[in-house]
């Protein structure tokens, strides 16, 4: 099992929040060996979402902010290995104001689905869904 969710300044001080990915056993205990932080220089960074596929690939999804410069929040996944090692990692700015992952999930095919919210030029938020192959 995989939780995941932030922590402030996980990577040193001044980081801001840091998206943070924990493993846990059947039993409740930690994995103390898998253990994931993600931070982009002092910006805000959060994990909202967690999947596995079938090969056991954790794909995490949540934001981090500015990536593309509009100084928003912008939409991130990231796939790892079963070991923990980074598979790839993307992020989509879908428009200039803040975007954000709610879900994602994986289907039998190992496409991954990712459900969440941007701030429309009304300044309401619209849904937006995306396909990864």
Do not use: P
Not at 20 to 38: A, H, M, P
Not at 87 to 110: E, R
């Amino acid at each position: 099992m995989y939780v995941v969710g932030y922590g402030e300044d996980l990577s040193g001080s001044d980081s801001g929040k840091d998206w943070w990915v924990k493993k846990f056993y059947s039993d409740g205990t930690e994995d103390t060996d898998w253990e994931q932080i993600l931070d982009t220089g002092g910006l805000d960074d959060e994990a909202l979402a967690v999947a596995v596929d079938g090969y056991n690939n954790v794909i995490v999804a949540g934001y981090s902010t500015d990536t593309d410069g509009s100084s928003g929040k912008d939409w991130r996944i990231v796939k790892y290995t079963s070991l923990g090692n980074v598979s790839w990692n993307k992020t989509y700015s879908i428009a200039s104001s803040d975007d954000v992952i709610q879900d994602i999930v994986v289907d039998d095919d190992g496409n991954i689905y990712a459900a969440g919210y941007f701030y429309s030029s009304q300044s309401a938020r619209d849904w937006h869904i995306k396909k990864l192959s």
